[in-house]
């Protein structure tokens, strides 16, 4: 594997210097990057396959899949998908709306797939349909350049199965296969170039991943060009990487660190694999510390805190491996193990894009050992936007609540300033309900990426705060131009915790409002909101959507069951108060989703002008506290 390879401390130090440096310094660093780029190019680049494993660490792989029970029963799985993969017909150009991202990353899937079978077995079957794919991907027109992420996809593909197969394939089919690569790839992005070169997203590090992929494939036969598009990703890919938060939160939310994270982590691997260098791109302490801030990303139910534009579901992820490794932190793979295991149980379909990364597990996993839990139960980071989180344990029984500020305009940001999720006796409680797909909303006309207050993502319900569990005043939205900050944050007993000040998200509807989340040492839950009414009257309603089933006992008190276990929804204070449902099922628009099984249980209620109002949630596992505490104000946690 790559692991230890020695890193040239002229490499580590520029790099490291850029991605320190204020924007006035940044050309010369950049210079002096690109210097170090071509220093290292002079040496001589690995032969084919020198993408990710060598020849040599193949046998180190199938060691290990043969030895470790786990990681054999994943390779079992992904060579039946690979072997289904045979009698599916070849990619074909489809465009969908704007993207042809879908066919890019149904290319991915099966090259990587398909590859990696042929390098561990040596089957011809598996070489010959890698081969038809790629052939395929190669006739197409083009690679869809205006919509560049399809463009850095396929070319990921391409350059794996080039590279891989390189000794196996026809020197006819080399050539269509590298001029594919260099034509609807790499010069593209010259011919192309687009906003995605320096940008922060998740989109550098797709299209410059892909891109270094596909030109480290093809040095040998475009030194120019390959050396042209590695400077350029190198001068760029601090901003992505400089966008984590101070202990490596993600901005754009759980989901998307997954995305941006895997080919910001094939990029740095591709590099060090080729040419015995990241250029110290993984002593990046915000993107290697951005491994926990995923890890806690997931509660006990291993369903992710999804906020922003993130979906509930989350599924084995190989970039974990990566940093496991490369950081010696077994307990990095805590849930990694837990999918993994129920991952082999699953019967896969050879058909779509899912788990399209799913070979680089395998290549980078550590042998399965004891992986004892990780030692921090709560994790805070105040970048953008603002998170934190607390659990009892590391068991899947645990209590876990997760908290987020910030503002609606943050990258893939949605109206869920204060919103929550909760997990508790392994069912998640307190829902988010994700993101609704792009297609169905841009199909209409409608700009979906202006993050104006009047934009039409807001007439979104799953984008706006009525679909979500925190504040709706006056039935009016959160204000995209304002950000909440964490003010507090505790990991201690008896009561940790994590608060912020959302009263610039209701700038005009309150005059202040503030909201804390906090664990007990019985494993309840609480939810305290203070707020104060302006000049005016301030109706406000207090919601947290569930799955569960709801009874309403009285006008303070609900019990919630799911699954066969109970949750007891107790407001200890609140002027006013009478719990109802609310309908989240069927949302008001027509091009809204529905959401099927879900509800909203909470309370509205009016607060008289310039009074203040304290709103207290308890949320029990079990069902209802018999002697519920005492909570005090949020000045006193």
Not at 66 to 93: C, H, N
Not at 246 to 274: Q, R
Not at 329 to 356: C, D, H, I, M, Y
Not at 388 to 397: F, P, S
């Amino acid at each position: 594997m790559n692991t230890g390879i020695p890193r040239p401390w002229w490499t580590a130090m520029a790099v490291c210097a850029l991605l320190a440096m204020g924007a006035a310094s940044v050309a010369a660093a950049q210079d002096d990057v690109a210097d170090q780029v071509r220093q290292a190019l002079e040496e001589p680049v690995e032969s084919h396959p020198r993408l990710f494993f060598s020849a040599e660490e193949a046998e180190q792989i199938r060691e290990r899949l043969d030895t470790d029970p786990l990681l054999g029963e994943a390779w079992s799985v992904l060579r039946a998908q690979a072997d289904a993969m045979l009698d599916l017909d070849p990619i074909e150009r489809d465009q969908v709306g704007r993207r042809l991202l879908g066919v890019s990353r149904t290319a991915l899937r099966r090259v990587s797939y398909l590859a990696f079978a042929y390098r561990m077995t040596g089957e011809d079957a598996y070489l010959e349909k890698a081969e038809e794919e790629m052939l395929a991907a190669a006739d197409f027109s083009d690679w869809n350049p205006s919509h560049f992420l399809d463009v850095g996809e396929m070319t990921a593909a391409l350059a794996i199965g080039y590279d891989w197969l390189y000794d196996g394939l026809s020197s006819e089919s080399r050539e269509t296969i590298r001029e594919a690569i260099v034509d609807k790839g790499l010069q593209t992005s010259f011919d192309e170039a687009g906003w995605w070169v320096s940008t922060s997203n998740n989109w550098s590090p797709v299209c410059h991943g892909g891109l270094t992929m596909g030109a480290l494939a093809v040095i040998d036969e475009e030194p120019e060009l390959a050396e042209d598009v590695i400077v350029r990703a190198m001068e760029n890919i601090h901003r992505p990487m400089d966008a984590y938060g101070p202990n490596g939160a993600y901005p754009e939310g759980p989901g998307y660190w997954s995305y941006g994270t895997s080919f910001n982590v094939l990029f740095i691997d591709a590099l060090a694999s080729a040419l015995g260098t990241d250029f110290g791109l993984s002593e990046h302490e915000r993107f290697m510390a951005s491994s926990w801030y995923y890890l806690h990303m997931h509660g006990p139910t291993l369903g992710y805190y999804n906020y922003s534009d993130n979906s509930e579901s989350s599924s084995v992820n190989p970039p974990m491996y990566w940093f496991a490794r490369n950081l010696d932190e077994p307990s990095l793979l805590w849930k990694e193990q837990r999918k993994l295991a129920e991952f082999v149980e699953t019967t896969p379909s050879a058909t779509g894009s899912g788990n399209r990364l799913f070979p680089f597990v395998l290549i980078w996993a550590p042998t399965f050992d004891v992986i004892e839990p990780p030692d921090q139960l709560h994790y805070v980071d105040e970048g953008e936007p603002p998170v934190g989180v607390h659990r009892t344990a590391w068991d899947e029984n645990a209590t876990y609540i997760g908290l987020k500020g910030g503002s609606p305009s943050d990258p893939h940001g949605q109206m869920d300033v204060g919103s929550f999720v909760m997990d508790a006796k392994g069912v998640r409680w307190g829902v988010e309900l994700g993101v609704q797909s792009y297609n169905s909303i841009e199909a209409l006309g409608m700009n979906l990426w202006d993050m104006s207050q009047d934009s039409d993502r807001w007439t979104v319900f799953r984008w706006n705060n009525r679909s979500k569990n925190t504040l709706v005043v006056n039935d009016e939205l959160q204000r995209v131009d304002g950000t909440a900050p964490i003010t507090a944050f505790s990991d201690e007993p008896p009561m940790p915790h994590t608060i912020t000040d959302m009263s610039p998200v209701y700038e005009g509807q309150l005059a202040d409002t503030r909201r804390g989340a906090a664990l007990l040492e019985n494993g309840a839950a609480v939810i305290q909101d203070e707020l104060r009414a302006p000049d005016d009257n301030a109706e406000v309603r207090w919601g947290m959507i569930t799955r569960a089933d709801v009874e309403i006992v009285n006008d303070t008190q609900a019990i919630l069951r799911e699954d066969g276990e109970e949750l007891g929804f107790h407001v200890l204070e609140g002027e006013g108060v009478s719990l109802e449902i609310y309908d989240t099922e069927t949302p008001p628009e027509e091009h809204d989703h529905p959401n099927p099984g879900t509800r909203m249980i909470g309370f509205t209620v009016n607060v008289e002008p310039d009074a203040e109002a304290r709103f207290t949630v308890l949320l029990n596992p079990g069902g209802l506290a018999e002697d519920p505490p005492s909570i005090g104000p949020l000045a006193e946690w």
